[in-house]
């Protein structure tokens, strides 16, 4: 009896410590059950993509353009289709990635605010206009990406934010207030309520060793709360007196 008191306590005040940790973690836990992935990251407002191949000889002479003009060499060249032009993004070793136009050899970037505007209302769904354009230079806990970078805004009924990568030209983040409401939930259940990112910090694995304890003392108290520790002492109870009962001499 002694030995479950102890437990019972350390049990009874465990929980009591850890009783809101553990409500936002089923909470938290219950909301990224219910919403899909994929719609938190907003995939499903995405434009459907109507392909435009870039040709590899209008290719080839773009880039001989390029190299003609002088432009300096980068270690990696990325040629891709941006609102039906073909363009080439070289990326030097260090420095920031450069832009180019292949059909004229006109320099995009960093590309201005009409032109991320007109880039973020073709990735989005549907014929939405952007409502306002914001240049964002630092990193924070909504976006964590190449800076610098334009933040799209729009009005469509669900708080939608697509952020630009000045540089690229390419749509790196897509948020909105589910995105928010996850990710601030997400900074609750993993403890980090600063940066929302960090799963290996020491409060958390704390709290999650006091929680261990808490399901191991509960555990080691179930027989007790389920009456199986007073049934047991009961029968041997009657064990006993049945035994000394038979033990007795005759009157």
């Not at 719609?39 to 880039?63: C, K, T, Y």
Request: glycine fraction near 8%; charged fraction near 20%.
């Amino acid at each position: 009896m002694a030995g479950n008191g102890i437990w019972a306590k350390i049990h009874k005040w465990l929980a009591l410590l850890m009783a809101i940790q553990i409500l936002f973690w089923f909470a938290s836990g219950l909301f990224f059950a219910v919403f899909p992935i994929e719609r938190v990251r907003s995939e499903h407002a995405i434009a459907q993509p109507h392909p435009a191949p870039v040709a590899l000889d209008a290719a080839a002479v773009g880039l001989q353009r390029l190299a003609v003009a002088g432009v300096a060499a980068g270690e990696k060249v990325e040629l891709r289709s941006l609102l039906g032009r073909p363009v080439a993004l070289i990326s030097p070793r260090e420095g920031r990635p450069r832009l180019y136009d292949l059909t004229n050899g006109r320099r995009l970037s960093p590309i201005p605010m009409s032109f991320a505007a007109r880039i973020a209302e073709a990735d989005h769904d549907g014929d939405v206009r952007a409502s306002r354009v914001a240049r964002i230079g630092a990193n924070d806990t909504e976006y964590r990406g190449a800076l610098p970078a334009w933040r799209v805004d729009f009005e469509d009924g669900a708080g939608r934010s697509l952020y630009v990568a000045a540089d690229s030209g390419q749509v790196i983040a897509r948020r909105s207030t589910l995105w928010r409401v996850y990710d601030f939930l997400w900074g609750l259940h993993i403890m980090d309520w600063r940066a929302h990112e960090d799963f290996n910090n020491p409060l958390l694995i704390a709290a999650t060793i006091l929680g261990l304890v808490i399901i191991v003392t509960g555990i080691i108290l179930l027989p007790s709360r389920l009456g199986y520790t007073g049934w047991r002492r009961r029968r041997r109870a009657r064990i006993s007196a049945t035994r000394r009962g038979s033990a007795a001499p005759p009157a």
